[in-house]
Every structure is written in structure tokens, then in C-alpha cells.
């Protein structure tokens, strides 16, 4: 099969992404062999691409917001049959014993397995994934649009879940979301749906800031601009450390700040007042397989529409360089078949 694959990290504007023949890979036992239509891309794919995540494995095929149809099952697998249309996301495997997998908190799992940086992922004709880690996807998406809600929608979802919003109520509440790329143009229609007002600080302003007040922003500014008015909570993101204390002053008192990537740079020092009056920070580690299920039927419920752009197959190196320079509104996606 054709795969693109990435023998060691580099800047993704050297290109060192390659397309090479591999072999189909044999399902396990208890995994499901998917022939790949589309695979979104993600600012963690870039991570990795760049190396800012430690190479796990080399080469490694990447991508985790893989969708395709079932063509072959493990001898174990109960709940999907061939021909199903399954998404594949970041979390690919855990060791279902320890003690947090044990207590419904498998995302911080130790010894998890993660598609396109410790396994091969979905930049391929072919994909595999435990069965019991795949998600069928509703018949509302179709697998170009489908894509990019494994992971910008799933991450962003979890997000707005550590809010603490659920326990506060939606209705009224006051929203900050900190870039605008694919995970925070799935997370406003989520959080708009549930009654909250979102005010949306991104430093582009041709795609996401005009993106953002289409998707019905209550207020659009620049990265480091301050809202109009105290936030009861607020998301980054974007992958800089720097507007972490932007978005504590943003918040009001006992406002919660989740930051919303696997990786971030350099968090500057803190003035102690920035997080008294109970002011929270909190992090976003990975998701769980019930993440993936309720964030799903929601965005079909509302339903989310997501805005792409596609990819040729032979276009991953200015994919990821686009996603880089923010040239990309809404998410990207990878056309594979």
C-alpha cells in the first residue's frame, strides 16, 4: 500500500515527509484492518513531524483523525462488521489494568498507545486499531467532513467538559476560546448549542477571526486582546505558552483555564493574582473512549458542520506547512482515496 511516512523529524519546510510502499498491515486479534478514505491533520502531527513529541517510532506513518470503512476483522471482534464506516483517533490502545484505566480515566494511562506517534496512523491506504477503540461514525458526516471530529472535535469536547461549565450551567455562560483553528471551530458550535456566549481571541484575522464571527462569536479579537468582559472560563488552544497569563486576567473570579494541547511552549512566570480568587489552570491529557462516544452523538445531534479544506495525497508536507502559518480555515484534511 502507499503510505507517507516520516523517517526522522525535521522542520516541516525542509519536506521530510515521503511517500513509500509498505505493507498492508494483518489485524490482530481484536482489530479491525480500515481501508482509509480521509485522515484530518492536527498541530500534534506537526509535533510530531518536528519532533517536538520524541520519535516513539521510526519510520512512523502519522495522523489519528483517520475515517474509513471496515475490511477485514480479528477472530475476537464482536461489534464491528466489514463495510462498517469507523473514525480511528489519537488514543489507539490501553493497558486496561492500572489503576487509571481501572477507575474510567484510561486517557492517563501510562502505557497507552497513540496513533501516528507510537503506532502507525491513518497517513495511508490502510489503517488497523482494536476494535473496541474505533467509533462508528453517524450517518450525518461524510468522511471528508467526518475527519477532523476525532480529534479537534474530541479534545475540544473533553475541554469543554474541564471547564467545569457542566456543573455551573451553559445558559449565559461566558466563553474564551484562544486560537481558532480546527479544534475551536468545532468547539464554539458545541458550546453555542448549550447556551453559552463565546468571545474568540485569534491572531489571524482574514480566516479565523472572520471563521469565528460567521460561527456566531459573541466578540472577535486579536491573540492578546482582552474580551469586553470577565470570562467564567476560557480554552488555549493555540500552542504558546505566552497566553496563558493573558487568558488568567481574562478570566473572572474562580474561572477555570484549560489548555487544550498536547503540547505548549514555555508558560512565562505567573503573578500570584493571576490565579487567586480561585482562579484554575487546567490541562487536557489525551481522551477517553467515552469522550470520543458522547462528543459524537452531540455534534450529530446539533449537528456540527465542520469547515475543510482538502489535501491531494501527495500534499501532507504543504498540508502540515499551511497548518503551520495558519493558512488553513477550519481543518485540513488528507483526501486518500
Known amino acids: 500500500m502507499r503510505a507517507i511516512l516520516l523517517d526522522q523529524p525535521a522542520p516541516i519546510e525542509t519536506r521530510p515527509?515521503?511517500?513509500?510502499?509498505?505493507?498492508?498491515?494483518e489485524p490482530g486479534e481484536d482489530e479491525v484492518l480500515v481501508q482509509v478514505s480521509a485522515c484530518a491533520i492536527c498541530r500534534t502531527?506537526?509535533?510530531?513531524?518536528?519532533?517536538?513529541?520524541?520519535?516513539?517510532?521510526?519510520?512512523?506513518?502519522p495522523g489519528h483523525q483517520i475515517v474509513g470503512r471496515v475490511v477485514a476483522c480479528g477472530e475476537r471482534v464482536a461489534n464491528l462488521e466489514r463495510g462498517a464506516r469507523v473514525g480511528i483517533a489519537w488514543l489507539h490502545r490501553t493497558c486496561g489494568l492500572?489503576?487509571?484505566?481501572?477507575?474510567?480515566?484510561?486517557?492517563?494511562?501510562?502505557?497507552?498507545?497513540?496513533t501516528g506517534w507510537s503506532v502507525n496512523g491513518g497517513y495511508a491506504e490502510y489503517s488497523v486499531a482494536p476494535a473496541s477503540f474505533s467509533y462508528p461514525i453517524p450517518d450525518g458526516f461524510d468522511d471528508l467532513q467526518a475527519a477532523p471530529l476525532l480529534c479537534a472535535g474530541i479534545i475540544g469536547y473533553r475541554a469543554l467538559r474541564l471547564t467545569g461549565l457542566d456543573q455551573h450551567g451553559w445558559a449565559g455562560a461566558r466563553l474564551g476560546i484562544y486560537g481558532f483553528g480546527?479544534?475551536?471551530h468545532v468547539c464554539i458550535q458545541v458550546a453555542r448549542?448549550?447556551?453559552a456566549d463565546?468571545?474568540?481571541?485569534?491572531?489571524?484575522?482574514?480566516?479565523?477571526?472572520?471563521?469565528a464571527a460567521e460561527l456566531g462569536a459573541a466578540w472577535v479579537g486579536g491573540a492578546m486582546d482582552e474580551p469586553p468582559i470577565k470570562l467564567d472560563a476560557a480554552i488555549i488552544f493555540a500552542p504558546a505558552g505566552e497566553l496563558v497569563p493573558i487568558a488568567l486576567k481574562a478570566l473572572d473570579r474562580g474561572g477555570t483555564l484549560v489548555l487544550g494541547g498536547?503540547?505548549?511552549?514555555?508558560?512565562?512566570?505567573?503573578?500570584?493574582?493571576l490565579i487567586y480568587d480561585e482562579r484554575l489552570i487546567r490541562s487536557v491529557a489525551n481522551n477517553t473512549r467515552e469522550d470520543g462516544r458522547e462528543f459524537l452523538a452531540e455534534a450529530a445531534r446539533i449537528p456540527v458542520r465542520t469547515q475543510i479544506r482538502t489535501f491531494a495525497f501527495e500534499e501532507a508536507n504543504e498540508a502540515l506547512i499551511a497548518l503551520k502559518h495558519d493558512a488553513i480555515r477550519g481543518a485540513g484534511v488528507i483526501a486518500i482515496a
Open 198 to 211: 463565546v468571545y474568540v481571541m485569534t491572531r489571524d484575522r482574514d480566516r479565523h477571526q472572520k471563521l
Open 262 to 273: 498536547i503540547h505548549m511552549s514555555p508558560i512565562p512566570s505567573l503573578d500570584y493574582r
Open 45 to 61: 502531527d506537526l509535533h510530531v513531524v518536528e519532533g517536538e513529541l520524541p520519535p516513539r517510532r521510526s519510520p512512523i506513518i
Open 193 to 195: 448549542a448549550r447556551g
Open 182 to 184: 480546527a479544534a475551536g
Open 98 to 114: 492500572c489503576r487509571f484505566c481501572l477507575a474510567n480515566r484510561e486517557n492517563l494511562c501510562a502505557n497507552a498507545e497513540f
Open 17 to 25: 515527509l515521503r511517500i513509500g510502499e509498505v505493507p498492508i498491515p
